[in-house]
């Protein structure tokens, strides 16, 4: 069974080493290395729903609503620019592809589907999800990753691994579905220049074979 790292389990990785399955120069983050959390940019068009199905508003509002259900949750970390960190953000047109897998129904509205995310899969299911896009302890842009071809990357969900596949078409994520196609890296180096940075992808990992 899947479980979360508890916060300070995970502030500890945050402010260790870098991940010892990534390759050394997979952390690109030095000293001088800002601290603008990831919330801040991704949320920099406020928190809303909208028609841009390539931005980030649902991600972002999935965060919210597991940090009102556990205002102690690790996602809260990524409030806090101070710790690295590497996240896999889906878009919002990843979240639609997720909903019309599960439920074969193609939803017209960023809202529509966020309420349905919640309400089929509630907070806690939610809140893994979000901890399985995550990579604690590294700072990895795009160029460091597409040197990392076969990279097995620990993330925040303990016990579960994302591997990047290097591919002629780009950076691809490979998850634990076997059955589902490899998200891609589509917008890449969110944030850089930050010890949190972030990689659009056009979908959803899953941490689980549904």
Do not use: C
């Not at 010892?20 to 001088?32: I, L, V």
């Not at 949320?43 to 597991?66: L, R």
């Not at 592809?97 to 919640?118: A, R, Y």
């Amino acid at each position: 069974m899947l479980k979360l790292l508890g916060t300070a389990t995970l502030a500890v990785a945050l402010t260790g080493s870098a991940l010892t399955a990534a390759p050394a120069h997979a952390t690109t983050a030095d000293a001088q290395a800002g601290n603008t959390p990831l919330v801040e940019v991704l949320g920099a068009d406020g928190v809303k729903f909208d028609k841009k199905w390539g931005d980030f508003d649902i991600v972002e509002a999935a965060a919210f609503a597991v940090l009102d259900a556990n205002p102690d949750s690790p996602v809260g970390l990524l409030g806090n620019g101070k710790f690295k960190l590497t996240a896999f953000a889906p878009t919002d047109k990843a979240f639609r592809k997720l909903v019309q897998d599960v439920t074969g129904k193609k939803l017209d509205s960023e809202k529509k589907v966020f309420n349905k995310i919640v309400k089929k899969f509630g907070a806690d299911t939610v809140e893994q999800v979000l901890l399985y896009h995550v990579i604690p302890g590294a700072t990895i842009d795009s160029k460091a990753a597409a040197g990392s071809d076969g990279a097995v990357l620990p993330t925040a969900l303990e016990g579960a691994t994302v591997t990047v596949k290097v591919t002629s078409g780009g950076i691809k994520l490979v998850d634990n579905d076997p059955d589902a196609a490899d998200p891609k890296v589509t917008v890449p180096d969110i944030n850089k220049g930050n010890k949190q940075i972030a990689h659009g992808i056009n979908k959803v990992l899953r941490p689980l074979d549904l």
